[in-house]
């Protein structure tokens, strides 16, 4: 009884016993064979440990070994008993077979099967051998119909208990190692993959003891005629809702617990990676992206906004989405702006009180519309003296080539001159910014440019090395030896898109006025509770909206009073106005700037004035902050 304190011990012999007396071969075998089936379905039953080591584990060698065995066809009959019986039919049933039903053992299975190769004659081609082979195997199928039974895909088998055994690992190989040595043939294959196909909802509650399951399957999935097989049957249908389902639970634990467990997550990557191996394959991707993208883009919205359940496992997770989701919308520009109205849809799926989950897609947005470009933070610097004042200027910079995170090196250009007085002993100039000047790329630099800007836009577009180099900057006293006569660059132009036509550089922005994404981004805006709280959000949706004012398309859409953006706007600027706090300044400027593209473009297109401030009395508050000390010290807002 599995109650017995020394179980294991009890039968350690017998099993070794039952082992090697069923590896013989007599005219008991198949009895021997059926009471090891029945001793494992038994123990199967049984949720224990000791059970599960003492006699689960031998028997599944045992069944291992048979199915090896026998999965190795030898001699002459080795064609002949490989295309014997279709995969897809048993032609024994199995419970019949264990209750020692006659019309079910062996000799009854041998009458039906083609043990041998076909008496023909020797002129028979092979390929007429073939056609009888084939032929026959036929006729035997419908003349024995009333005793052939479908194979039935059910998770719930020995199997697939034994591959997701919580107590064993050695058990769990042991059922992987029988599944692989099953996988003879395609029939088989096929049955294989639709059993662990049903049973992918058991990653759920298995965890950690479901790895040598995913492990198993992303095996059985490498062969390309099985991938489109399993996509097909809508494999990834299926694995989007089981991650939805995941997620789901996470959010909920996010809700109501405290604690948190290190393996949460587990089932989630697991299905992530299956969902990757897939998309990975190009014609899959391309049939399947406009599905699941919306899928995908919820998924790693909702992870983003784990806190208490944030394990290592989610973070991978998100990370792998991430990437799937960039590989799925990097397309052409029609799928672009698929996904841009997918991210809009998405909106709206998360109340107005979430000041965390819109702030993403915003980003996004702002990603897509105008990608930033990739700056270097970090490059060296080289500080020489101009050769022909060495003889005027004393010391020298000793610690060439500085980095440009150096104490004293910016961030503007001024901190340069400074920190190379300061180090020659120039103390004379160390107050006066006239008496020295910079020269880079043999350009007088002024003294007010960001460091970083002057690497990048003056040292780095003129540089072959394309910026590997270090910057060499060259000092020397002004007028020392007559007026300079090289040029002189006072301000920096903002990059590559000076030139470009703001339609065609903003052009993925037109989208924000087709799928109603204007209209979202200002109900947020008037739903902001708190300027301080919803600091995040009210930076993307600013730097959003100036990406979208580019574009004459969404001037337009704004300028019309049904969609109350001035009244907005206007709020937004007195609620700024009365934080009276440092970075209110910026947001200020940026709803300002906003505010005079909307009314220079109605004033162009003759709209009154009048209606599209109706019905609100933020004009009124906000001339009553002209006179407020916020306002009359930040001289930039009061212009």
Not at 71 to 94: D, I, K, M, R, S
Not at 261 to 271: E, R
Not at 332 to 348: P, Q, R, Y
Request: proline fraction near 3%; hydrophobic fraction near 40%; aromatic fraction near 6%.
């Amino acid at each position: 009884h599995r109650t017995v304190p020394n179980l294991a011990g009890s039968v350690r012999n017998e099993m070794d016993l039952l082992r090697m007396s069923v590896y013989m071969e007599d005219l008991c075998w198949e009895r021997r064979l059926r009471s090891v089936f029945k001793l494992f379905l038994a123990a199967n039953c049984i949720d224990s440990p000791v059970i599960v080591d003492a006699v689960s584990r031998p028997c599944s060698m045992i069944l291992l070994h048979v199915v090896k065995m026998t999965g190795q066809p030898q001699g002459e009959n080795a064609e002949t008993n490989t295309q014997a019986c279709p995969g897809n039919f048993l032609h024994v049933n199995a419970l019949r077979w264990l209750k020692r039903d006659t019309s079910c053992n062996f000799q009854a299975w041998q009458r039906f099967c083609i043990r041998e190769k076909p008496k023909v004659e020797d002129e028979l081609s092979t390929h007429g051998r073939y056609l009888v082979v084939k032929y026959t195997q036929r006729w035997k199928i419908n003349a024995h119909k009333a005793t052939l039974w479908r194979a039935q895909v059910h998770h719930d088998t020995w199997l697939m208990r034994n591959l997701f055994c919580p107590s064993s690992r050695a058990a769990r190989n042991n059922a992987w190692h029988i599944i692989q040595a099953l996988c003879t043939d395609d029939a088989r294959y096929q049955h294989i993959l639709d059993l662990m196909m049903a049973s992918l909802s058991e990653l759920s509650n298995a965890a950690q003891s479901g790895r040598e399951f995913m492990t198993l399957f992303q095996e059985l999935c490498l062969p390309l005629k099985w991938k489109l097989y399993l996509t097909v049957r809508g494999i990834l249908p299926r694995l989007a809702e089981l991650i939805s389902q995941e997620i789901a639970k996470l959010q909920q634990l996010e809700e109501t617990n405290l604690g948190s467990d290190l393996s949460q997550g587990t089932a989630l990557k697991m299905l992530t990676q299956i969902l990757v191996q897939f998309m990975q394959h190009e014609p899959i991707k391309q049939r399947f992206k406009t599905r699941l993208v919306g899928a995908v883009l919820d998924g790693y919205l909702n992870l983003r906004r784990l806190i208490i359940q944030r394990t290592k496992m989610v973070d991978e997770t998100q990370d792998m989405l991430l990437q799937l989701l960039a590989n799925m919308t990097s397309g052409t520009e029609e799928e672009t702006k698929d996904f841009m109205a997918v991210c809009i849809k998405a909106l709206s799926k998360y109340p107005m009180n979430d000041l965390r989950t819109p702030v993403i897609i915003f980003e996004r947005l702002c990603s897509i519309v105008y990608p930033e470009e990739n700056e270097k933070t970090d490059f060296c610097m080289v500080l020489d003296k101009d050769p022909q004042q060495e003889e005027f200027l004393q010391g020298r910079m000793q610690g060439n080539p500085y980095a440009s995170t150096d104490p004293g090196l910016g961030p503007l250009m001024r901190d340069i001159k400074n920190k190379i007085c300061r180090d020659c002993e120039l103390v004379a100039l160390l107050d006066d910014d006239a008496s020295m000047e910079l020269l880079v790329r043999n350009k007088i630099i002024s003294l007010d440019l960001p460091v970083k800007d002057v690497y990048k836009k003056i040292w780095c577009e003129s540089n072959d090395d394309k910026g590997n180099s270090a910057m060499r900057v060259v000092y020397r006293m002004t007028g020392l030896l007559g007026d300079a006569t090289e040029e002189i660059v006072k301000t920096l132009g903002s990059g590559s898109g000076d030139g470009n036509d703001n339609e065609e550089l903003y052009r993925m922005a037109s989208v924000l006025c087709e799928c109603g994404g204007l209209e979202a981004m200002l109900a947020r805006l008037e739903h902001l509770p708190n300027l301080i709280r919803g600091q995040q959000m009210l930076h993307a949706l600013l730097k959003l909206f100036d990406y979208a004012l580019k574009l004459k398309a969404n001037c337009t859409h704004l300028i019309s009073p049904a969609r109350r953006a001035v009244p907005i706007l206007l709020a937004t600027l007195n609620q700024a106005l009365s934080v009276k706090q440092e970075f209110c300044s910026k947001v200020a400027q940026q709803v300002l700037s906003i505010l005079e593209t909307i009314l220079l473009e109605a004033s162009q297109a003759q709209t009154d004035m009048g209606e599209l401030t109706a019905g609100t009395s933020e004009v009124g508050v906000l001339l009553g902050f002209i006179e407020s000390s916020f306002v009359r010290s930040h001289t930039p807002v009061l212009h």
